[in-house]
């Protein structure tokens, strides 16, 4: 299986990449981001809490993302492999996962990191909060407060599959395709290991 984290701080490009990579490798593309927001648009139980702390610009509890998690790999007992997206976005989270992938003999293959400069990301997503509907990416405060959230909890997270040999970056600045090309490369040669 080709298990790959997309990492990077909110706006790097992680939604446009998974596009690309799921097509090519024929993967299953899980982002807690999108998972949470069909729960709110259902109007489900967790969906009316998460939503608070969302349109806040925190983080939703790790117990209920590592559940969702759960219940989608349970879900896809046959795929080629996954592509998570915006997960896992703390320590305890990359933990879980790695107990939860360790029950199909599965882990991940690599960490594919976007690294995109703070002040590009704002930009990035004040224009696609012109557009895309979202509370959190309308106002630059919110932003900010997840970018806050990005480097004090998530960030740690590249470190915990650096030690494990498994982290590359990536210029996130750039063309989509010479992005993509990039992320192809890195994830060649990690399945080559
Ligand atoms: N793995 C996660 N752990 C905790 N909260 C999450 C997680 N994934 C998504 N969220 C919540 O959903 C919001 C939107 O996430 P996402 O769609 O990945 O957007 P972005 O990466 O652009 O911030 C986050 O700000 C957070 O509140």
Redesign the pocket.
Known sequence: MLNIVLF?????G??TQSQKLIQKYGLIHL???????SEIAQGTELGLK?KG??D???????E??IGMIESKLAQNPNAAGFIF??????VP?AEALDQLLQKYDQGISCMVALEVPEEELVKR?LL?GQTSG?P??ADEVLIQK?VV??NTKTAPVANYYAQQNKFYAINGIGEIDEIFNKSCEVIEACQAV
Do not use: H, I
Not at 8 to 12: D, E, V
Not at 31 to 37: A, E, Q, V
Not at 56 to 62: S, T
């Open positions: 990077g701080p909110p706006g790097a992680k939604g982002s807690t981001g999108d998972l949470l927001r998460a702390l969302m806040a610009g925190l983080l939703v509890p790790d209920v993302v997206d915006g997960f896992p976005r703390t989270q997503l696609r979202r959190d990416d997840r959230e990005y």
